[in-house]
């Protein structure tokens, strides 16, 4: 299970604040997600990567910003944190596109933005 | 719009009782359905994918494209089943998954 990674594990930080929260995986897998799952919402994407310093906008990308400079990380930037975006943050790696693959998640990020 | 419903937030069940959690999707091409299943605060785990057609800790899952549904069953529950359970829809080029709000199941001793 140490193929995808997340850290922290836990944050708490202020409103206004900025934070990054780091996704590491060692597949060499070319994509990468980032989901936020909220009770009542289930799991939704906020941004994804199909290769490294190739990033695009998911349903919910409004707050955050990534970057994929190298294939194996993939940061999610909260510029400015608000208490709306308090929330557990999964990031997730596939290898390919296409039928039959799966996505496989990391441990997960609990942030609250107090 | 792709979409995927999961009707019941909350199921509860006795131990050794039949479990069906219930998906429907809405998609309009040939979808791939997967269920994905969280354990308390662990992350989320492949339980099965339609084109597998495979049966994972006694659980399947039938594709309807009929009825558009991807059911989750399971004829006898245990109490380990108790989980959040999500079915995802993966319709993109980009692999991406779609996910319903996640059911959650109880299973009592």
């Known amino acids: 299970d140490a193929g995808i990674t997340q850290s922290p594990r836990y944050k708490i930080t202020e409103t206004g604040r900025q934070v990054t929260l780091m996704c590491h995986q060692t597949w060499s897998h070319s994509y990468m997600f980032w989901y936020r799952q909220d009770l009542g919402h289930g799991l939704r994407l906020i941004y994804y990567s199909a290769a490294a310093d190739i990033t695009d906008k998911g349903e919910v990308p409004d707050g955050y910003v990534v970057s994929r400079s190298k294939t194996e990380n993939f940061p999610l930037t909260l510029e400015s944190a608000t208490r709306s975006q308090t929330s557990v943050y999964f990031c997730a790696s596939r290898p390919l596109a296409g039928v039959g693959y799966e996505q496989y998640f990391g441990p997960g990020t609990r942030l609250t933005v107090t | 719009a792709q979409r995927v419903t999961q009707p019941e937030k909350l199921l509860s069940v006795f131990k050794g009782a039949p479990v069906e959690l219930k998906c429907n999707y809405s998609y309009s091409g040939s979808p791939e359905l997967f269920w994905y299943v969280q354990y308390s605060r662990q992350r989320l785990q492949l339980l099965l994918r339609?084109?597998s057609r495979e049966s994972i800790k006694g659980f399947t899952a039938d594709l309807n494209k009929g009825e558009t549904s991807f059911h989750l069953k399971k004829p006898f529950a245990q109490e380990e089943d108790s989980a959040m359970y999500y079915c995802a829809l993966s319709g993109g080029s980009q692999g991406n998954l779609i996910f319903g709000k996640g059911t959650k199941l109880s299973v009592k001793p």
């Open positions: 339609h084109i």
